[in-house]
């Protein structure tokens, strides 16, 4: 079975660093594109950014470009959200999900890490 | 490029509801088009790909569409039960940048 299981909530003050993860596992990790997608409260859904476990290439959103950095231990099936200094408009619902070329549309999502940032 | 989308729609049960979502630029029919529904407190699941194909699972009162006319997708979902009631979000792609429609909240009343 398909799992993308997400790091739990965190709460941190502005100007803290903070990296997510999302452990994926019951496929071939290395052979399908894993992206980010924020969800600020009450708003929609933006892609950040996709990451090939393969290979390491990496795509941003011109939005989310020098903002955060994706990142992927294929080792252990693991992909990663990070921030170098946290900012309270960064407080939202991020998403894991798999990217189904074959069929085009992310098909298998994560859980959700809830990040609240506040002083 | 952008994706818009109605802000909320409302029907009653076992009525219909299409749900545009609107390309600003390119063509609608240059990549395909997905729709993703979201329940309160849930992540999004696929209800539509590749403009029209439904994943196994997801009944047929679920269909999509495109018209290159007015550069626009379309979901329809007919025979509205309360289970329906969610947002719904359109889904499209251009070289390395995937975009994501401004969403629908779909009400049954």
């Known amino acids: 079975e398909v799992q993308l299981v997400q790091s739990g909530a965190e709460v941190k003050k502005p100007g803290e660093s903070l990296k997510i993860s999302c452990y994926g596992s019951g496929y071939s990790f290395t052979n399908y594109w894993i992206a980010w997608v924020r969800q600020m409260p009450g708003k929609g859904l933006e892609w950040m950014g996709i990451?090939?476990?393969?290979?390491?290439?990496?795509r941003y959103s011109p939005s989310f470009q020098g903002q955060v950095t994706i990142s992927t231990d294929k080792s252990i099936t693991t992909a990663y959200l990070q921030w170098s200094s946290l900012k309270a408009s960064d407080t939202a619902m991020y998403y894991c999900a798999r990217w189904l070329a074959a069929r085009p549309s992310f098909d298998y999502w994560g859980q959700g890490t809830l990040v609240t940032v506040s002083s | 490029f952008m994706l818009t989308q109605p802000h909320s729609v409302s029907e009653s049960p076992g009525k219909t509801v299409t749900i545009s979502c609107t390309r600003s630029?390119?063509?609608?029919?240059?990549?395909?088009v997905q729709w993703y529904q979201q329940r309160p407190g849930s992540s999004p699941t696929t209800v539509i790909y590749e403009h029209n194909q439904r994943p196994s699972g997801v009944p047929d009162r679920f269909s999509g569409s495109i018209d290159s006319s007015s550069n626009s997708a379309s979901l329809t979902i007919s025979g509205l039960k309360s289970e329906d009631e969610a947002d719904y979000y359109c889904?499209?792609?251009?070289?390395?940048?995937?975009?994501f429609g401004t969403g629908t909240e779909v009400s049954v009343l």
């Open positions: 889904q499209s792609y251009d070289s390395s940048n995937y975009v």
């Open positions: 990451i090939y476990p393969g290979d390491s290439d990496t």
């Open positions: 630029s390119g063509s609608i029919a240059s990549s395909y």
